[in-house]
């Protein structure tokens, strides 16, 4: 049980453009969903906290709008990544909560992998 | 602000070597800690979590963790490691202070295990 997929791997996209990432709770429902980034070899830093039907809270330095965020469903939620550049290209990893605050785990998706031409 | 700090950057051992990966957070209060596993091209999996209770922690296959609040530490262990062992480890930080399911991530440490 537990698992999270996220649509698509990988995407390679032109500079300018902007990139639609899925993030999926394919067997619990996701009361709560994180988005995070992952350097070549470093950690994940998160990016945003989103609640299904309310505003994402995003960490000091990351742009609101620059990266949008929908948590539509329980099940679903979306970052886009609009006007994409180059310093863009990274690995971002979604993860879902379904439980209580602070009592539950979170469970990651297979990452999709940006590159921005 | 809470930071964790995974000291050993990138371990080397043989099989049937023990293991121990150290994780440090900066956090006086009640926290929840996590271990995550990432496989080479695969995503992060849990390997185990202490919420509360026994600090002494069992994962899957054969992992343990043990919370030692004194030291704010939150070590991972095996007796024994296999060469399909060889992943990226991340520990984490969940602090119930700051009423959200946050997590702050450490650096990793990479594991390499050699038949």
């Known amino acids: 049980g537990a698992v999270v997929s996220q649509h698509p791997s990988w995407v390679i996209c032109k500079s300018g453009t902007s990139v639609k990432i899925e993030c999926r709770s394919l067997?619990?429902?996701?009361?709560?969903m994180f988005w995070y980034r992952q350097f070549p070899k470093q950690s994940l830093m998160l990016m945003a906290t989103?609640?299904?039907?309310?505003?994402?809270?995003?960490e000091q330095g990351v742009e609101k709008d620059k990266f949008l965020i929908n948590h539509a469903s329980l099940t679903l939620s979306t970052l886009t990544v609009t006007s994409a550049h180059p310093e863009d290209s990274s690995f971002y990893i979604c993860?879902?909560?379904?439980?209580?605050?602070?009592?539950?785990?979170?469970?990651f998706g297979p990452g999709t992998r940006l590159t921005v031409l | 602000a809470q930071s964790v700090s995974q000291h050993n950057h990138h371990v080397i051992l043989s099989e049937a070597a023990s293991l121990e990966l150290g994780c440090n957070y900066s956090?006086?209060?009640?926290?929840?800690l996590f271990w995550y596993v990432q496989y080479p091209g695969q995503h992060l999996q849990l390997l185990l979590k202490?919420?509360?209770?026994?600090?002494l922690v069992k994962g899957i296959k054969g992992f343990e963790a043990e919370f030692i609040k004194s030291k704010f530490s939150f070590n991972l262990r095996k007796p024994s490691v296999q060469w399909s062992d060889t992943a990226e480890y991340f520990c984490a930080v969940n602090a119930l202070a700051y009423n959200t399911d946050k997590l702050i991530f450490g650096t990793g440490t990479r594991l390499q295990v050699f038949p």
């Open positions: 202490y919420f509360s209770g026994d600090p």
């Open positions: 989103s609640n299904e039907g309310s505003k994402a809270t995003y």
């Open positions: 067997d619990f429902q996701a009361t709560t």
């Open positions: 993860s879902a909560s379904s439980g209580g605050l602070n009592t539950d785990t979170q469970y």
């Open positions: 956090y006086g209060g009640t926290v929840n």
